[in-house]
């Protein structure tokens, strides 16, 4: 089966400085990479995802990239936010799946 | 559109009793994923249905957990005898296809906490 890590488990950044979470997958069949923010209390959602057939994604201040030979994505936020404080997780293909977590606190 | 829909959102129960936790995927998707997270953990896959069917359980405990989603009406997740490490969050997400590259929408969460 699948086997993702997630890094840094903790990551804290000053309010406008870019934030990289990275994960690492094992199966090489996945093609499915979603990122989801949680916020304390409330369930997943869907940030950003993207597929085996491109190499990066942007949308405004997120953005996504996959290098398939070594088996690893990551998700970078820039021009940080408070708002953006929250735990994220990445998963591969099923999503079945997850990284154990990154929790980002953006200090003002 | 509603989003998918959870209930309870928090439950209380002792030890021993049964626990039921409901979710109602968002409109037009017909799969269903069940999740549960500890403290500080991350999500863990316990099983995932279609109507009438249960796709993998492979990440659900083979006693006292059970899940169902039936032709009509929401998915349950069931819980007997519940103990004390039964106690998570449990998350709910639908997706309109399989799930292996389609999106999974996730519910709000049900806290069971067991006395």
């Known amino acids: 089966g699948e086997n993702v890590e997630q890094h840094p488990s903790t990551l804290s950044v000053q309010e406008g400085d870019s934030a990289v979470i990275k994960c690492t997958y094992s199966?090489?069949?996945?093609?499915?990479f979603p990122w989801y923010k949680q916020e304390l209390g409330k369930g997943p959602q869907l940030i950003i995802d993207?597929?085996?057939?491109?190499g990066e994604k942007k949308d405004q201040r997120i953005a996504v990239t996959l290098n398939k030979t070594a088996k690893h994505f990551s998700l970078h936020i820039t021009e940080t936010q408070p708002e953006d404080s929250a735990v994220y997780f990445c998963?591969?293909?099923?999503?079945?799946?997850f990284g154990t977590g990154t929790s980002l606190t953006v200090i003002p | 559109n509603a989003g998918v829909m959870q209930n309870p959102r928090h439950l209380v129960r002792r030890r021993g009793q049964e626990a039921r936790l409901r979710c109602s995927p968002m409109?037009?998707?017909?799969?269903v994923y069940w999740y549960r997270q500890l403290p500080e953990e991350g999500l863990k896959f316990m099983v995932y249905?279609?109507?009438?069917?249960?796709?993998?359980e492979s990440g659900m405990p083979k006693e006292r957990f059970s899940a169902e989603f039936p032709k009509e009406g929401p998915s349950i997740l069931r819980i007997q005898q519940v103990v004390r490490g039964d106690s998570a969050a449990y998350f709910c997400?639908?997706?309109?296809?399989?799930?292996?590259?389609?999106?999974?929408?996730f519910g709000p969460g049900t806290r069971l906490t067991v006395l």
């Open positions: 998963a591969a293909t099923g999503q079945f799946y």
């Open positions: 993207i597929r085996s057939n491109v």
């Open positions: 199966d090489s069949a996945s093609n499915y």
């Open positions: 249905l279609q109507k009438e069917n249960i796709i993998d």
């Open positions: 997400a639908s997706s309109t296809t399989q799930g292996l590259t389609d999106t999974q929408y």
């Open positions: 409109k037009g998707h017909s799969h």
